[in-house]
């Protein structure tokens, strides 16, 4: 093993410390050689004294030269220096960061090396013989340690630091701890070793060389002359010594405030201008004092020393003002000026400066009270007025009073607001302020009347008051006492002479003072019932008899008499309707109806069945009458050429529709000059066959129609209640020329005796019935 047959010979220095290692400074006394029995100095180092650390080389950090940086030589007794042995290097950087000369074992650094990169490699050395590339001596693990130089300088966390500490605070008072950090070795000489110093920020800070506390160094400070420091720190390493590295921050100290300052008012009277109109609760001004200190420390509250009955002052805790309130409503011509004195003070007290200073301060106030033109002033709000319901109308009811408050007592107008008087039952007289009533009142249909009065200054209208006035309606006995309810009451057939039917209650719309008290009565001498006041406003109705017949009697009608005990008395009849009905024998109701009666005692079942089979016969021939009369043949509708009457003759004959061109035309009444002589209806008789016929009537016979159209057209030109526009009225007069003539058989040319039917047997089968009605006769009255 190489760790075992190499040996390091130390040239100038003693041996180390067991746990020491060898500082081994390349190219000058810790060349590694390989010694068989001893060196030429005849000193031998025997393998069992190996206390050292013999497997580690130091390598100085940040070299400069422009070669390889030596490291070290190994060297194995199996060199006989004949070149035959190769010298292999592996491990951490082995072949980049360092190389070895194989025949000569000589170990170089090829690049520059930094410790706060990598402070130590570890790398394995081993010998083989190049003939036969075999190894001549096991793998041997070495250590190459960076030796630190002083080429980092102190750097602290931050740039800038914030801190705060309180003010008036005592000398030596830590404020913050600042600490800076160096890259370099700790363990190895200085280059690591921080001093602290203070560049900025005296006389008022100071700060600790060794660990960067900040602490005050100034007693007094206070926030309220001066509130933020900057301070600058340095932190150098070398002990502090010149040549040394430095870093340096900057640190923030803020003042942080304390109750240190008392309240002050910058002026010590204020004067204050309020308006007497200011409602209760309003504010007429602010006063504010000043504290320097800020937070918690600058809250303030602000009272009235000794109190005020007409004002108050609260504190505004987001302004920190007073805020002067009215207490009580103002009146100038009551009072117009008041004095007081307002004291302020710090909520908040530190101990440690209450002693020898006032914490509160005084004022005085003077508030002035100013003049405004006020509305109308009440006597009283609200009114309650009484009246009774039987007050007639323009009766008076009451008086309400109002008064201008000014100085000038300006005169007042009274109204009442209609839209609280919609029935307009209330006047009021708009001088005097009496209230009077326009019509009668009825307690039963309102009693309570609501409205609202309006006083109103003459000279100002806009100056306005309005004051509720509730009248009560004072009850007077003007209603009779009725039934409670309408009763279903009735009495059973077979019921008892002092049988209990019915209780019965009263009511009354009126309200005596003493409460209701009703009396019951009914006439004396009637024979079936009888009532029973109960003194409770309620009756008893009890049978006076028994033995009561549905069949005698199925309804009796009851008068019962309703007084009060009010003045006037009144009173009223209530009628109750006692129906008999079948009862069982405890007494509950089964029937009530009249007609279904028990048979008589006059008629027997066999007198009942005979009465019931008449009455099927009766039916029976009343039904074969009506079926024999649809059967028999209908005559004709003219019997007899005597009767002068107009006959109505019906054909159930469908038209011909819109085609059909020679049916009857209306045009021929409208327009009788446009008739076509020559047409002929198939609907009735053809004219052509009657022998007498008048004559068509010329134009100078239509003078008539003229003067009845003439006078329409007149009568519509006068008439104030036309539509204002053109219309047309079209009338359907017939006139006295109508080539119609008239359609009745009265004053008729021609008998019917002298006509020929026999033309309507030719006319087809819709007119067959007509023939055999006109034919026959004409048939027979020849013969």
């Not at 290692?21 to 050689?33: E, S, T, Y």
């Not at 002083?150 to 801190?163: G, L, M, T």
């Not at 440690?352 to 709000?381: C, M, S, W």
């Amino acid at each position: 093993m190489i760790a075992h047959q190499l040996l390091l010979l130390l040239l100038t220095l003693p041996s180390p410390g067991p746990t020491a290692a060898l500082p081994f400074m390349p190219g000058n006394i810790g060349d590694m050689l390989g010694l068989s029995d001893g060196v030429g100095d005849g000193r031998v180092l025997h393998r069992s004294k190996r206390g050292w650390m013999w497997n580690q080389f130091f390598l100085m950090e940040e070299y400069t030269g422009n070669d390889h940086q030596y490291v070290g030589k190994l060297h194995s007794n199996m060199d006989k220096d004949d070149g035959n042995v190769k010298y292999v290097l592996t491990g951490e950087g082995a072949g980049s960061l360092f190389i070895i000369d194989e025949k000569s074992g000589d170990i170089h650094a090829t690049k520059r090396l930094d410790r706060e990169e990598k402070a130590m490699y570890t790398l394995h050395a081993k010998v083989i013989d190049r003939r036969t590339n075999r190894e001549m001596e096991a793998d041997t693990e070495f250590n190459i340690k960076i030796h630190d130089i002083n080429d980092n300088e102190p750097k602290f966390a931050k740039e800038i630091y914030f801190a705060s500490v309180p003010e008036m605070s005592e000398v030596g008072t830590s404020v913050v701890t600042v600490t800076a950090n160096d890259a370099d070795d700790q363990t190895y000489g200085n280059s690591a070793r921080l001093v602290y110093s203070i560049l900025q920020g005296q006389p008022y800070f100071s700060v600790d060389s060794e660990n960067g506390t900040i602490k005050t160094a100034l007693p007094g400070m206070n926030r309220e002359v001066k509130e933020n420091y900057q301070v600058v720190i340095q932190a150098k390493d070398m002990a502090g010594q010149m040549g040394g590295l430095s870093g340096t921050t900057t640190v923030s100290i803020t003042l942080s405030d304390v109750n240190d300052s008392p309240p002050r008012f910058a002026n010590h009277s204020f004067r204050v201008t309020a308006v007497e109109s200011t409602e209760v609760g309003g504010a007429i001004g602010r006063i504010k004092a000043d504290d320097p200190d800020i937070g918690r420390n600058a809250e303030m509250d602000y009272s009235i020393v000794g109190g005020h009955d007409m004002f108050n002052i609260i504190t505004d805790q987001t302004t920190q003002e007073g805020v002067l309130v009215v207490r009580k409503a103002l009146d100038y011509e009551d009072k117009r000026d008041y004095e007081f004195r307002v004291e302020v003070r710090n909520t908040y007290l530190d101990a440690r400066f209450v002693h020898g200073l006032q914490f509160k301060d005084y004022a005085t106030i003077r508030v002035t009270v100013e003049d405004v033109d006020e509305p109308p002033v009440f006597t009283r709000n609200p009114y309650v007025i009484e009246v009774h319901e039987d007050t007639a109308a323009g009766s008076f009811v009451g008086v309400v009073s109002a008064r201008d408050p000014d100085a000038e007592n300006k005169p007042v107008k009274y109204s009442i607001d209609r839209h609280t008087d919609l029935e307009r039952l209330f006047n009021i007289d708009s001088v005097n302020g009496s209230i009077t009533t326009l019509k009668a009142l009825d307690r039963e249909m309102s009693r309570w009347h609501n409205i609202s009065v309006v006083a109103t200054e003459i000279n100002n209208p806009r100056q306005t008051t309005r004051v509720p006035v509730f009248i009560k309606v004072l009850d007077v006995n003007d209603n009779a006492p009725e039934f409670a309810m309408s009763y279903d009451t009735f009495v059973c057939e077979n019921v008892k002479a002092g049988q209990l039917i019915q209780t019965i209650s009263a009511v009354d719309t009126d309200e005596p003072l003493v409460g209701h008290k009703f009396v019951f009565s009914i006439t004396p001498a009637n024979p079936n019932f009888t009532i029973v006041d109960r003194e409770d406003n309620t009756a008893n109705i009890l049978t006076r008899r028994g033995g009561f017949r549905r069949r005698e009697m199925s309804m009796y009608f009851l008068p019962v008499v309703i007084s009060d005990n009010d003045y006037p008395i009144q009173s009223s009849t209530s009628t109750l309707i006692v129906r008999v009905c079948a009862c069982d024998s405890r007494g509950n109701m089964q029937t009530c109806n009249p007609e279904v009666l028990p048979f008589s005692d006059g008629l027997t079942t066999g007198a009942l069945v005979a009465i019931l089979l008449c009455v099927v016969i009766l039916l029976m021939i009343v039904v074969l009458f009506a079926a024999l009369r649809r059967q028999r043949k209908k005559e004709p509708l003219i019997i007899s050429k005597e009767d002068v009457r107009d006959n109505v003759v019906s054909y159930n004959d469908e038209g011909g529709g819109e085609e059909d061109t020679q049916a009857f035309d209306i045009g021929t009444l409208r327009h009788p000059e446009v008739m076509d002589g020559n047409k002929m209806r198939r609907d009735i008789i053809p004219e052509m066959l009657f022998p007498y016929r008048r004559s068509s009537p010329t134009k100078d016979h239509n003078g008539d129609v003229r003067d009845f159209i003439n006078g329409r057209l007149q009568d519509n030109d006068s008439d104030p209640t036309a539509p204002p526009y053109d219309s047309l009225a079209t009338y359907a007069y017939e006139g006295s020329g109508s080539l119609a003539e008239s359609l009745s058989s009265l004053e008729s040319g021609a008998t019917e005796g002298d006509q020929d039917y026999d033309y309507l047997t030719s006319w087809g089968p819709p007119f067959k019935k007509l023939a055999e009605m006109y034919v026959a006769k004409s048939l027979d009255r020849e013969t």
